[in-house]
């Protein structure tokens, strides 16, 4: 489950319910409270989309204000891999689907419009990640490269606590045979995340797919997974369902407490 809410300077946002330390902090934006029009409508943060530049730019300074973050987030060239980068090394659009960092004031990013955001931090409070998950990127193994890059800095993944931000559910992801067989061939007990829909069709569930890799790779307390894309038009970007349409922002953070909403 999260807690939404109206949010501040109007925008909505949504606050992660997971046992997380103090000292992390996590928010997902919805689609409301931003300045882009339609068909980005209205807080719409990807530049990559064809929205107006100065209207992402004024978005992401809304949010970067609202939020009194400690530093811009640290936004990646998104690309359905297995890349994860130090985000405090990081340049401004690295190529990478993943980052973490163990620096206070770091801001881990990733977009999505239908795709798997997923959060990661340790118990200790010590580390935070970030991850874009599409089925591309699940199948290639980009949680399980996260869970690896911060157990090299000596964080055991049985340590890790996973949120699962928004993304399309079960009922919206109709898929097809190529989909299903690219799951299948890394692990044949995914196929309970299928469901038969019509004839040469599944329907997949995206939060339940990652929740077995999640706990493949040793992570057993998962969060979230709550949401749909898909089906919430009001409420969510959807680029299956639209098209053509803006971005929302998964971030976590080590700092100070951010404004309640």
């Not at 089925?135 to 399980?144: K, Q």
């Amino acid at each position: 489950m999260a807690r939404a809410g109206p949010g501040v300077s109007g925008l909505s946002l949504i606050r992660p319910d997971w046992p997380a330390p103090a000292s992390v902090h996590a928010v997902a934006t919805t689609r409301t409270g931003g300045g882009s029009r339609p068909p980005w409508a209205s807080l719409n943060l990807g530049d990559h989309v064809g929205d107006d530049p100065a209207a992402v730019l004024r978005n992401r300074e809304l949010l970067r204000d609202a939020l009194e973050l400690p530093g811009d987030p640290v936004w990646l060239q998104q690309v359905h891999g297995t890349a994860v980068v130090d985000a405090a090394r990081a340049g401004e659009g690295v190529a990478a689907d993943a980052s973490w960092t163990t620096s206070p004031g770091i801001v881990c990013a990733v977009l999505t419009a239908d795709c798997l955001p997923v959060l990661f931090c340790n118990r200790a409070g010590t580390h935070v990640a970030a991850a874009h998950a599409g089925w591309r990127g699940l199948t290639a193994g980009v949680l399980e490269s996260t869970v690896a890059w911060l157990a090299a800095d000596g964080v055991r993944p049985d340590s890790l606590l996973a949120w699962l931000g928004p993304a399309i559910g079960p009922a919206g992801y109709e898929v097809g045979p190529e989909v299903r067989d690219a799951f299948l061939r890394v692990d044949p007990a995914a196929d309970s995340a299928f469901r038969p829909n019509r004839p040469g069709h599944w329907l997949l569930d995206l939060y339940g797919a990652a929740r077995q890799r999640l706990r493949r790779a040793g992570v057993t307390a998962i969060s979230g997974g709550n949401f749909c894309t898909f089906t919430q038009p009001e409420r969510f970007f959807s680029h299956r369902r639209d098209g053509v349409t803006g971005r929302q922002a998964t971030l976590i953070w080590m700092g100070e407490k951010v404004p309640d909403t």
